[in-house]
């Protein structure tokens, strides 16, 4: 049978469309190849937001193509996420690449499979048809039931594309503008997960506060429907926009039981002026009242809750002085966040901030980000040592011959000391006795 190989780059989302690209290939014959030169089918799915990212596609594509030249392999090679419509790339790969395809036309890939990728082989392989009818607000690749990477935690998208068009941002142009999935469908996906034992549900959306299910189903409305569903699991969900992150909501997340102590809130930048060129559509001043607001609901509804808060920031956005860099500074020593997730600018093709000028040298954006990185290593280790002595709920996802390893409910990285055996993919209580900036260290069954 044939073998097929998928590298994905990037975002959650970009894995979860993994999961169903090889749902897809399974349900037709293929099987999964140990290693990606074993492979007869090797798709790459893609990642735009920074050219590191993209350099990193090219370098294994090229590499990939050599090798099987000098093996006299006949390989063939699919390239799909943020860089598919890319004219540019498919002119760069055009002699390495078999078919560029965007994942939301996944009928082009099955049409593909089947009048070339057999010809190698010879073989007869169906292509699954979806069940029920798609119009053309939705999505259809999102009605494949996955090949999730594990049993116990799983990603579930629940919408896809975006209409913010952050001026530095591919995501519009890659995935087009938003789609929400039929609130049934994503109620009867998770219902299935947690009969089969999944722990912990992260809903997937570029922007998932924009959610629009039928019959008025926004996205406060979807999690406590799910919040109802029978079952011990958890629930968490990335990415929100701050323009939309709106009062309901915030108290949804802090009411619902089996929604994480964990939000995520990315900022971007704390200069107004700065923001404003980000096309991001809120002020500092604004973004400190949601925050406020997030703390205070926390404090009435889980008042013996540890909670946490992360965010993402770019350095050396262009025009960017130092003046206003520190404003993002001002913001991490205010907001006190346990993770922040930095990006150097990266311009990107297609976008808005393509056209301005890169004006922040490499060594200054990288001398920012690290200024930064100083600030949340303060602050996250002062939140972690809140954790110490205490009993907390942790969901072991790995075991590496001696410890195991696994995340609290917000999210925090655990390293669990015990003797019991075969805990992978259960959810613990561990009681907490180290703390570092970035991990905990707990015990389970000794105490």
């Keep these: 049978m044939p073998g097929y190989f998928i590298k994905t780059f990037g975002c959650q989302m970009n894995i979860s469309d993994s999961e169903r690209i090889a749902a897809s290939l399974e349900s037709c014959g293929f099987v999964p190849a140990s290693r990606i030169e074993n492979a007869d089918l090797v798709i790459f799915n893609t990642c735009g937001v920074r050219q ?92 494949i039931k996955p090949k999730y ?28 503008r938003e789609i929400s999935r039929r609130t049934e469908e994503i109620i009867s996906e998770i219902k299935d997960l947690a009969k089969n034992g999944c722990k912990h549900v992260m809903l997937l959306g570029q922007n998932v506060n924009s959610y629009k299910g039928e019959n008025g189903i926004n996205f406060s409305k979807l999690l406590k429907k799910i919040n109802a569903i029978p079952g011990k699991f958890w629930i968490s969900f990335i990415s929100s926009h701050p323009k939309d992150f709106d009062d309901e909501l915030i108290e949804t997340i802090a009411k619902c039981k089996k929604v994480c102590e964990w939000v995520h809130l990315p900022v971007q930048a704390g200069s107004d002026e700065i923001i404003r ?26 008042p013996d809750a540890i909670y946490s808060l992360s965010s993402d920031i770019i350095v050396g956005f262009p025009g960017e002085t130092r003046k206003q860099f520190l404003e993002s500074a001002k913001v991490m020593e205010k907001v006190k966040y ?110």
């Design 149 to 176: 990477n594990n049993k116990y935690q799983a990603y579930v998208p629940i919408m896809t594309g975006c209409n913010n068009f952050c001026s530095y941002c591919v995501v519009p142009y890659a995935r087009g």
């Design 338 to 447: 346990d993770m922040v997730f930095f990006g150097q600018f990266s311009p990107r093709p297609g976008t808005a901030a393509w056209k301005m000028k890169d004006s922040v040298s490499r060594k200054e954006k990288a001398r920012r980000e690290n200024f930064l990185n100083e600030i949340l290593a303060k602050t996250a280790l002062t939140n972690n040592r809140k954790y110490i002595g205490k009993t907390v709920e942790v969901l072991v996802e790995k075991h590496d011959g001696r410890n195991y390893f696994g995340k609290t409910r917000t999210m925090k990285n655990v390293k669990i000391i015990t003797s019991r055996k075969n805990l992978v993919g259960k959810i613990i209580k561990a009681k907490i006795e180290k703390a570092s900036a970035w991990n905990l260290e707990g015990r389970y069954g000794n105490f």
């Design 277 to 302: 060129k980000m096309n991001r559509h809120y002020t500092q001043k604004q973004y400190l009242a949601k925050i406020a607001k997030i703390r205070k609901a926390f404090k009435r509804y889980k």
């Design 52 to 143: 590191s990212a993209e350099n990193r596609a090219y370098t294994l594509i090229h590499n990939l193509k050599r090798q099987a030249a000098n093996d006299k392999k006949q390989i063939k090679i699919v390239l799909t996420g943020c860089l598919a419509n890319r004219k540019d790339v498919q002119r760069r790969l055009k002699d390495l690449v078999d078919l560029f395809f965007a994942i939301d036309d996944f009928d082009s890939f099955k049409n593909w499979i089947t009048k070339n990728y057999l010809k190698i082989k010879n073989s007869k392989l169906k292509i699954s048809a979806q069940n029920g009818s798609l119009n053309k607000e939705e999505i259809a690749y999102l009605s």
